[in-house]
């Protein structure tokens, strides 16, 4: 007879369920494998699950795959989904983690592979002759149990960041060349410039009654004009100045009667204030003379141009330089590249506002006190509506300190009927928003204007709201600058997708730019603390110039010490040149 020898049998001492950790048999090979707890009540119908929920890897409908697969009759299996296992959770436990280094890892094949014929797969009876079946259908409705919409959905454009390695390089060029000679002095990033603010008082005028310019009448008509009754955007010939703050002669005349402390104007004031916004690369020269500060601009810097859609997700880029050895034959320039849509969104604002306009009375137009001071006697073309106002606000903290800013702002012209404008009523400010062409790359998923403009009108304004949500923010803070009532924005397209030369208006509307600014959510305390922190920082340096700096690819902002001979035209350095040779004649 055979005999039975009972086998060591370790005992938990902790008296719990399972092995105890302490007490492994030596003979016990899977001793340093986790151990993952269930219930007693489980049902264990499977090895492993691989579409466990804590993977996140669960259809549109919060069902995973096995559960799918035994849900009962109906649309999709919509049963509800039954309670999770005990101990489900620990999947992670299992979860494998390759520690090595994969630097040295490249990309060879760069080529697109085949497409795979047919959809994705579906279990059950949904096959049948067409291919797709049932869970194609339900695709196309939109229902919740279609198989294929699992972990993101064709129906949705795919995954995020599918076949981001096509993409072409996001590197941009600065909007000015850094030299090796100059200081960089500060450096702020945009996270901490959200986190200023400073209230600022209504301002005041450093003199009512010297207001320069003139402004015509707004033509209400464009206010009735909708896709099906567009008018062509005509080219009229309009002489409007864009001066730089230090070649003012009124803000010279001010700053030698110490006016403020700070001299601006609204255009470069809009930029600071909104510089967390801001994607694409500016630059800001400062010249401080004692104790004031000029915020200037270069000629031919980004402040002549309007931008389009810079905050998009994918926006306009220009091509890419050729940085190889070998000679390559110039692109032909392409009228949807980020250079083409700028010089277009400028000239189509230009216009707009010069056609909006009723220069033949009435009603009459309105003369301010004085001409426009950039006006010579020796100019002939007709000048533009414009008027400028020179505020005063006050930026102290403390009632001890006095740190204002003058700042020459713009409006464009005045509404009839609602009061005097040398008053400051009725003011307006003219703008215009472009499409070029849904289709095309940088267009943000921006829906066709001409059929959902007048049906779905706030569609269009959230996208623009989203695709250039810092040029609406410095339109904005221009428009509360100048102390306008409205601001008038047009909606121009392409009378052609693929022809950049010819335009229509669609539509126009009227905002009220304190009411816009709380749709943009743009703060204006959060801008002023941001002019007063750049402003506090420049007054700790010696005289001299500085240039304020946004990273082309970043968001930080540089201060540089520069020479004062930086920027300077030629004229400029010809004037130089001739008083060193006077003063060496004199010696």
């Known amino acids: ?4 020898t009972l086998p060591p049998i370790n005992d938990n001492p902790d008296g719990g369920w399972g092995p105890s950790s302490s007490n492994f048999p030596p003979q016990f090979k899977f001793k340093d494998i986790p151990y993952a707890p269930y219930s007693k009540s489980d049902k264990l119908g499977r090895f492993a699950d691989w579409n466990d929920p804590s993977g996140g ?3 549109a409908g919060g069902m995973t795959m096995g559960n799918q697969r035994n849900a009962g009759p109906g649309a999709g299996g919509r049963r509800r989904e039954g309670p999770q296992a005990f101990g489900s959770g620990t999947a992670s436990a299992f979860a494998y983690f390759h520690m090595e280094d994969e630097a040295s890892f490249s990309l060879v094949d760069n080529k697109a592979g085949p497409s795979r014929r047919g959809g994705a797969l579906v279990r059950g009876r949904g096959m049948g002759r067409g291919g797709g079946g049932y869970a194609n259908r339900q695709n196309q409705r939109g229902g919740r149990g279609g198989f294929q919409n699992w972990r993101g959905g064709a129906q949705r454009g795919g995954r995020r960041g599918w076949r ?10 600065s909007s000015v060349a850094i030299s090796p000679d100059w200081q960089m002095l500060d450096e702020i990033e ?3 410039l959200t986190k200023l603010r400073l ?5 005041e005028d450093v003199l009512f009654s010297d207001s320069y310019g003139r402004l015509f009448p707004y033509d209400k008509t464009y206010d009735r004009v909708t896709t099906k009754s567009e008018r062509p955007l005509q080219l009229v010939d309009r002489i409007k100045y864009n001066t730089t703050t230090s070649d003012d002669p009124v803000i010279q005349q001010l700053a030698s009667n110490n006016v403020a402390t700070v001299y601006a104007t609204d255009v470069i004031l809009a930029v600071l204030m909104c510089a967390p916004r801001s994607v694409y690369p500016w630059d800001i020269v400062i010249v401080r003379e004692g104790n004031k500060l000029f915020f200037d601009k270069r000629d031919g810097g980004p402040f002549d141009t309007v931008t389009v859609n810079e ?5 306009p880029q220009d091509p890419s330089p050729n940085t190889s050895d070998k000679p390559a034959a110039p692109e032909p320039p392409s009228i949807n590249s980020a250079t083409s849509l700028s010089l277009e969104a400028t000239y189509i604002n230009q216009n707009f506002m010069f056609q909006t306009v009723t220069e033949n009375p009435p009603p009459p137009a309105v003369d301010f006190n004085k001409p426009n001071p950039f006006y010579g006697p020796d100019e002939t073309e007709p000048l533009a509506s414009c008027g400028y106002r020179y505020r005063v606000f006050d930026m102290s903290v403390s009632e001890e ?3 204002r800013i003058c700042v020459r702002t713009e409006t464009d012209a005045y509404l009839p009927g609602a009061g005097n404008p040398k008053d400051g009523s009725g003011l307006l400010t003219i703008r215009a928003l472009n499409e070029f062409d849904p289709r095309a790359p940088g267009a943000g998923g921006a829906p066709d204007w001409r059929s959902k403009l007048d049906s779905q009108r706030g569609a269009v304004v959230a996208t623009e709201m989203k695709n250039n949500s810092c040029k609406l923010a410095k339109w904005t803070v221009q428009s509360v600058l100048a102390g306008a009532e409205q601001m008038k924005i047009g909606y121009i397209s392409r009378a052609n997708p693929r022809d950049n030369t010819r335009h229509v208006i669609l539509s126009a509307t009227s905002v009220r730019p304190t009411d816009f600014a709380g749709q943009l959510n743009v703060s204006l305390a959060n801008g002023w603390g941001i002019v007063r922190t750049v402003t506090d920082l420049c007054m700790k340096m010696p005289e001299g110039k500085y240039v304020l700096v946004k990273d082309p690819n970043k968001p930080v902002i540089r201060l540089y010490a520069v020479p004062l001979t930086a920027f300077a035209t030629e004229e400029e350095e010809e004037a130089d040149g001739a008083v060193e040779e006077d003063a060496g004649s004199l010696a």
């Open 1 to 4: 007879m055979v005999g039975f």
């Open 57 to 59: 890897q669960s259809n």
């Open 164 to 173: 981001d390695w096509e993409k072409s390089g996001r590197a941009r060029e």
């Open 190 to 192: 945009f996270h901490r």
């Open 199 to 203: 209230e600022v008082d209504e301002p």
């Open 311 to 315: 905050n998009a997700a994918d926006p």
């Open 401 to 403: 300190e006095d740190v």
